[in-house]
């Protein structure tokens, strides 16, 4: 079992649309998670991040981390075309070295 | 400021030719990493360097060497390029103080085809 499963989608979604972005993961030490949103042909660039369990928001964006099941979510709410991309997850565990998901594609058709 | 840039931007190497990837950051950042992207296989670390004069293995080193010039560059050297190094490169930089951690920003990329 991969340490971090993400469902690579693609996920194609009207726009207005709340989206629902998951990843599972099975390493107990991971205390840090994150959320990088990478365009076409460009680098991954830091979303959102939490510190441990429970939610965070800013703006449309909402990040929850449930550590008892390891599990973490992204919502976008009111989805627009720009938000089309790929998402990454990404967890650290003390080692600065970050263990990151395969990433979903997803595309906001207006 | 630039961030972390990365040259060059795209190259195609045949097998057997040695090419060295150059990534710079201007953040005054301790820590640097390279890291490949493959479909399906998302981001893997190749090399990681945790202040100059340090480096250290990730998860696929095999094929790489690294060198850390100095605290703003980090090279990635592919000494005898093979078909299965075709992928595209990103370095990061971060600054991580204490038991913290700190965002890893990324440069642009360079995309590398391996004939």
């Known amino acids: 079992q991969k340490e971090v499963e993400q469902d690579p989608g693609p996920l194609s979604v009207p726009e207005g649309a709340i989206v629902s972005l998951n990843c599972t993961y099975s390493?107990?030490?991971?205390?840090?998670f994150m959320w990088y949103r990478q365009y076409s042909r460009k680098g991954p660039e830091l979303l959102m991040y939490t510190y441990s369990s429970g939610n965070k928001e800013d703006g449309r964006f909402t990040a929850q981390v449930d550590k008892s099941s390891k599990y973490i979510s992204l919502f976008i709410r009111d989805s627009q075309p720009s938000d089309s991309a790929t998402y990454l997850c990404?967890?650290?565990?003390?080692?600065?070295?970050?263990?990151f998901g395969k990433g979903t594609k997803l595309t906001v058709n207006p | 400021n630039a961030g972390v840039t990365q040259t060059p931007k795209f190259q195609v190497l045949k097998t057997g030719q040695s090419m060295t990837l150059q990534c710079a950051q201007d953040m005054n950042h301790n820590s640097m990493y390279w890291y490949r992207q493959d479909p399906g296989m998302g981001l893997r670390l190749i090399y990681y360097s945790a202040s100059e004069g340090t480096t250290d293995k990730g998860e696929v080193p095999n094929g790489y060497n690294v060198s850390r010039l100095n605290k703003r560059e980090f090279s990635l050297r592919l000494e005898s390029a093979a078909p299965s190094q075709t992928s595209v490169y990103f370095c990061?930089?971060?600054?991580?103080?204490?038991?913290?951690?700190?965002?890893?920003?990324f440069g642009p990329g360079t995309r590398l085809l391996v004939l």
């Open positions: 990061a930089s971060s600054d991580p103080e204490g038991s913290g951690w700190e965002t890893q920003y």
């Open positions: 990404a967890m650290e565990g003390g080692s600065e070295k970050l263990v």
């Open positions: 390493n107990s030490a991971f205390q840090y």
